[in-house]
């Protein structure tokens, strides 16, 4: 009898353990949190308020499935946030003046001002991509180096003082704007997974993505251009981290060089938490999205709960810490359960 | 096994007789319990002062196993060491090093940023008041290179010497302490052979000095110049021990496959046609390849044989644009193909399957599927960029039952499988497309025996299939058995052309050394 209490229970574990390999650390961790905050505030579960944590969770989520790529194929891009203060400054100084002098062209004023600001964004992911790719600079020496500059450029631009003038159609469309009760930027966010989605799991590129960074000679010995895959990481990581950055101003409506500090930081977290392998060629975009949802409830379930901004910083940190050890736990779980 | 039953019997009567002088390390009934792996199951080992013991078996036959735990850096789940007639209980390898049990792996264990005598008495620094006596290291360290006669300077960093000077350094770390056993593994794996004759020439010393050395290696050559004792394992398990005077190549292979050669190796129907791959005078950029020519038919298995080192992989990677080529031109079915990328060579019909399949082979945290298809995605498997999985699962698939993956799961990570079978999936990446070269670098390492006969099967099959084969191989056997054509290299350049009944044994090893030896 107690053998086979004894054995059923060592089933059960084992049955948690091969669970835990399979989905990783993150759900359970989105249970705990939902559990958590429901607990602590009855507005936590309210519709309302989930509305609000998608809407605030899009913009780093839209940033982390652009870090995704950098981690990918081994490296990492801490540049993601001054990409954004640099296309929110082009963006604004597009757009103020084009309002100024054409008031009724709104839509090319939109148009073209989206335009310079996410292209300017992108160019310092192709800076990146370059730098890593062709010169072989370290990702992380390359990305510092690419957000002190851009963080510089921004700087010089304005001064450090925010710029006004941003025609209100651009705050009205991309981050007011409901459609059946859900915000927009919401729909772009879903619409950039989907494409992500199908980029990484439905075509070479993204195939690719993930064999060279997990094995970049054996991709080279496939024949695959690996420095070409190398670059496009950076590139297409730069061009979502501007996408955010446009959509964070039409938010704020005001181009700001000192918004995006901590996106480095919680992409690269949320990329993590949602099993995105630091040595590269693991991860999905599903989950990555998930991670980054997940870092906008604990967000907002402590703002709920009132604990004041400054002491989150460590939850979130902890978390961080928390979720990379849960990584280590899980390859070494599922090299025990190999066998 | 009834095979094994008849060489014991000698064995221990080999280890019994002849004045028996007393051990100095004794291993009595041995097992290594890995998870799911039995490494080594009951295996006796002895080592006697003053003689070279070698340790002769395939890939995972157990040899890196009981070296580490006689080094100390495993504990046996069962059985134990004798040291000196007593029993002791290693608790690491630095307790062993100080017992006089010293091991030099392939895996270096230098600081490469640290000088030589930093490194030489890493973890046992000469202190003064606290201090480094920075003075009293240099001289010791000195006064034991000398006394090997290593000619390497104290205090060079080791990052800038060669791998046989790290080696010799590794060495010399390890007659830094009272030495009585030393454990060498496949220690000339990557020297050249005059650094080799040099280790030799060092490991007699050692004899003299009545060390007992355990000396790993699967290259018959090196049994002869320096082994008085063998022991052979085959799947964890001791199979026989014999004096090096008893043991012919025959016996050797017998034992350690467990199988006789015929049946390890298959007969191929060599149908040589028209000239698919020819090098003229080839050489690289830094000289590994000097003045090559090399010429492989359709229809043949051509060997390149040669030490570890002499250049053969150079050949190789040098046909896939991997080498900087000085001079010379390389063509394939009947177009230059000089300095080509590896994209350009796999789609005119060339494959070449790297030696290292962990390292340059194979992405281990992804799937057989991905990596299956990971080369044709661009010519097979895609439109427009976007993938073909259904066609691309199809293929593979068939692939993998054509191939008997075990086990027969295309979406598992390659983690999962064994080293045999992640070598067929390396084998698989090559058999999606019509290939018509097969350029095969090292195609056995590191798998077992079943796997390696059916590695040779494909082998055959591709090449009666009207493909052509590239063999570079350091496993003699392999070369002796599968090729009608061989090349014999020796410090990057081609020694020698045999073919047919000339591929013996005698004439291929006359050539992979200097030739005052020959």
Request: glycine share 10%; net charge neutral; proline share 4%.
């Amino acid at each position: 009898m107690t053998d086979q209490i004894a054995a059923r229970r060592v089933g059960l574990s084992v049955a948690l353990q091969r669970l835990f390999v399979r989905i990783g650390v993150l759900p359970f961790l989105l249970v705990m949190a939902l559990i958590v905050f429901s607990a602590l505030s009855p507005r936590f579960l309210t519709s309302e308020n989930l509305i609000t944590v998608a809407r605030q969770a899009t913009y780093l989520a839209i940033v982390s499935m652009g870090q995704m790529l950098a981690l990918l194929t081994g490296g990492f891009d801490l540049s993601v946030g001054k990409i954004i203060a640099i296309t929110s400054v082009i963006t604004a100084m597009t757009m103020a003046p084009l309002a100024a002098a054409h008031p009724d062209a709104i839509a090319l004023t939109l148009t073209l001002g989206i335009l310079a600001g996410v292209g300017a964004g992108t160019l310092v992911g192709v800076v990146n991509g370059i730098g890593v790719a062709v010169f072989n600079v370290s990702p992380f020496m390359m990305t510092l180096g690419t957000a002190t500059i851009s963080f510089g450029i921004a700087l010089t631009l304005t001064s450090g003082v925010p710029v006004y003038g941003i025609p209100d159609a651009f705050g009205t469309i991309f981050s007011f704007a409901r459609i059946f009760d859900i915000p927009s930027p919401v729909y772009v966010t879903a619409g950039l997974f989907v494409v992500m989605y199908v980029l990484l799991n439905w075509t070479r590129m993204g195939r690719y993505f993930y064999a060279v960074g997990g094995n970049i000679k054996a991709s080279r010995l496939s024949g695959i251009s690996t420095r070409f895959y190398l670059f496009m990481a950076y590139v297409l990581c730069g061009l979502l981290a501007a996408i955010a950055g446009a959509l964070l101003t039409a938010r704020l409506e005001t181009g700001e060089a000192n918004i995006g500090a901590s996106m480095p930081l919680d992409s690269i977290a949320a990329c993590v938490i949602g099993g995105v392998s630091l040595r590269g060629g693991i991860g999905r975009v599903g989950n990555v999205v998930l991670g980054a949802v997940f870092i906008g409830l604990i967000q907002n379930g402590m703002d709920l709960a009132q604990i004041q901004s400054y002491l989150q910083e460590v939850v979130i940190g902890v978390l961080l810490i928390l979720a990379v050890i849960a990584d280590q736990l899980r390859q070494f779980v599922m090299l025990r359960l190999k066998d | 096994m009834g095979l094994a039953a008849t060489t014991l019997a000698p064995a221990e009567s080999v280890g019994a007789a002849t004045n028996a002088p007393t051990p100095v390390l004794r291993a009595n009934a041995l097992s290594m319990q890995f998870p799911g792996v039995l490494a080594l199951d009951r295996v006796d080992f002895e080592l006697r002062a003053g003689e070279v013991h070698v340790l002769f078996g395939e890939n995972g036959a157990g040899k890196s196993t009981l070296i580490q735990i006689l080094a100390g850096v495993y504990r046996p789940t069962e059985g134990g060491i004798e040291f000196g007639g007593k029993p002791i209980d290693l608790q690491g390898v630095h307790h062993a090093r100080t017992l006089g049990i010293s091991a030099v792996f392939q895996e270096f264990s230098l600081v490469p940023t640290l000088n030589v005598e930093e490194n030489l008495f890493l973890g046992a620094e000469v202190t003064r008041h606290g201090f480094l006596d920075n003075g009293e290291l240099h001289r010791r360290a000195e006064a034991i290179l000398e006394e090997l006669g290593f000619p390497l300077r104290a205090r060079r960093p080791v990052h800038e010497l060669t791998r046989a000077e790290q080696q010799m350094v590794e060495i010399a770390k390890a007659f830094c302490t009272r030495l009585s056993v030393l454990i060498l593994d496949e220690p000339t794996a990557s020297l050249t052979d005059r650094e080799a004759e040099r280790l030799f020439v060092m490991v007699d010393q050692a004899k003299k000095r009545g060390v007992g050395v355990v000396y790993v290696t699967h290259r018959m050559g090196e049994i002869r110049r320096i082994g008085d004792r063998i022991t052979v394992l085959r799947d964890g398990k001791r199979v026989a021990t014999l004096a090096v005077p008893e043991a012919d190549d025959e016996r050797l292979l017998q034992l350690m496959t467990g199988r006789v050669i015929s049946q390890v190796f298959p007969k191929i129907a060599y149908l040589p046609g028209a000239p698919l791959l020819e090098i003229s005078n080839l050489t690289t950029a830094d000289h590994t390849v000097k003045d090559l020519s090399l010429s492989v038919r359709t229809g043949e298995v051509v060997g390149l044989a040669g030490l570890v080192g002499c250049g053969k992989s150079e050949v190789g990677r040098a046909c896939f644009g991997l080498e900087r080529i000085v001079s010379g031109r390389i063509a394939f079915d009947g177009r230059d193909v000089t300095g080509q990328s590896v994209r350009t060579m796999l789609d005119r019909g060339a494959f070449y399957l790297p030696p290292d399949r962990r390292e340059e082979g194979l992405v281990m945290a992804r799937n057989v599927r991905e990596n299956v298809s990971l080369p044709w995605l661009g010519a097979r498997f895609s439109h427009f960029g976007f993938l073909d999985r259904r066609a691309e699962r199809a293929t593979v698939r068939d692939l993998v039952g054509r191939l008997n993956l075990q086990p027969r799961n295309t979406e598992a990570d390659l983690e999962h499988f064994s080293g045999g079978n992640q070598q067929k999936v390396l084998l698989a990446k090559g058999l999606v497309s019509r290939v018509k070269l097969f350029i095969f670098d090292e195609p056995t390492v590191g798998v077992d025996v079943g796997t390696r006969v059916a590695i040779y099967e494909f082998i055959r099959d591709l090449c009666e299939g009207g493909a052509g084969i590239l063999l570079i191989s350091s496993d003699l056997p392999e070369i002796l058995h599968l090729a009608n054509r061989t090349y014999v290299m020796y410090r990057g350049e081609r020694r020698a052309e045999l073919s047919g009944e000339d591929i013996t044994q005698d004439k291929v090893l006359a050539n992979f050394f200097e030739r005052a030896q020959a």
